[in-house]
C-alpha cells in the first residue's frame, strides 16, 4: 500500500523532513507519495510541492489551510512542523479526520494540549508519532549502550550542562512566532531543550523532584512591522533536577552573561564520566569522550570509537531498525519509523506518551520557577501543578 503523505508546516524543520522522505523514496518508490503540501503562506507550500514533484510522477497539491485540505485529501498520514501553539490544534483536525500524524518538538505547547492530542489519537485509533531526531542518532544511542549496557561509567551519580554567553540584546531582530508565549509556549527550556530532556529521560529514566529559577534579564527588542516588541522567553535558567534512580543534574543555560563564556557538559558515573563538547541541548556529541578513572590512571576512549564498537555489537535486526539503510540521520529515521509503524500498525519508537514525558520536563522547570518552590515531576505531568501554563491552557479553551 502506498502511503499518501501530507506535509503541514513548510518551514526550516519541514525542509529537513522533506529531504528525508526524499531518501527514503530513493530507497523504497513504493512506501508512500506526496499528496498535498499545507502552510498559511501559499508559496512556501508551492515551494515544497515544487521540490518533491521532482521526487514522483506528480506535483502535490497546495493548500493554505488544514479545513481547506482535510475535506479534499484521503490522507494516511500528515507530518506536523507548524509553530508550537498549532501542534494540538492541526494534530487533533487530522485525527478527527482519521489520518495518522507525527508531531515535530515540543509535542503540545503544554501538558494539556499534549494529552488532547493523545486522547484524539486513542479516540479514532490512529497513531501519533513524535519526530524527536536526537535521541535516534548514533552518537546518542551509543551513549545509552554506554551508560546503560555497558555500564561503563558505573552508577550515574552527578550530571551538569551549563551554558553562559553574551548576545547584544540591541541588536536588531526581527518578530519571529517564537518570541511570543502563547505561539511558542516558552523558551529555549522548551524549545531545544526539548531534545534535551528527551535525551535525559531516555538515558536516565523519569525525574523526581526539580528546582529551577527561569527569568529574563534583558527585554530583547524585536521589529515587528514598523512596532518594536519585547521578547516574552527567559534569556537564562538554572536548574536542578533529581531522578529516581537517585542521579542529580543541574541543567542552566543563559545568553544574558557578559564577560566570560563557557559549555560545560559532563555525565558522571562511579567509575568515570562523559565528556561533551558541544551544547546543552543535542548531546552526547560524536566528539565527546568517556573517561575512566583506574586507579591514578585516567583511560580515554573517544565516542567515534565507541560508535564503531557500538554498530559491530548490533545484530542485523537491530541495525536495520535503529539505522535503517545504515543511516544514522535522526531526521531520516524519524520520518521512516513514523511511515513504518503506520504500514505496520505498530508504535512509534516515540510516541505521544513519550512526547508529553519529555514535554513535563520542561515544564517541570518553568512550574517550580512560577510557584517559587521545587516540584515534583508526576505532579506537573499528571497535572496537579499547571500556573505556568494557566493563561496558555485559557487562550486555547484547554
Ligand atoms: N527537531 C529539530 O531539530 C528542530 C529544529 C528546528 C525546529 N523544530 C521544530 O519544528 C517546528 C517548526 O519550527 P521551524 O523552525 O521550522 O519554524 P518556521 O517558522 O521556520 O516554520 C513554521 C511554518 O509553519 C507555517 N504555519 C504557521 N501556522 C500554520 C498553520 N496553522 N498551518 C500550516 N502552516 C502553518 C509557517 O508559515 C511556517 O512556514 C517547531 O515545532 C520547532 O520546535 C525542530
Redesign the pocket.
Known sequence: MVLRLAI???????EAHLRAYITIKQKEPEKFEFVAM????LS?AEKFANIAAQSQTFKPRVYS??EDMLPKENLDAVDI????S??HR?AIACLNAGVNVTV???FGVTIKASKAIIEAAKRNNKIVAV?E??RRGLSQRTAYWIINELKMLGEPRLFFAQHASWQDPMEERIW??RIEKMLSGGGMVM?SGA?FADMLRYIYGDPETIYAKVTQFERWPHKKGDRIVHDEREDSWIAVISFRSGLICTWSWTIAVPGYSYTNVVHYGSKGCLLDHGDVFHGPFDNAEIIIQDGSKKIIYPMRALEKEYLNSLDNEKKNRLFPYGITNGVFIECYDFLEAIEKRRKPEVDGEEGLKAKALCEAIYEPAYLGQPVNYRDVLEGRIEGYQKPINEYFNL
Open positions: 503541514v508546516g513548510c518551514g526550516g524543520m519541514a499545507c502552510d498559511t503562506i512556501s489551510s488544514l512542523c507548524t509553530p508550537h498549532e501542534h492541526a515535530e518538538k515540543p519526530a531526531n536526537i519571529h512566532w524549545d531534545h
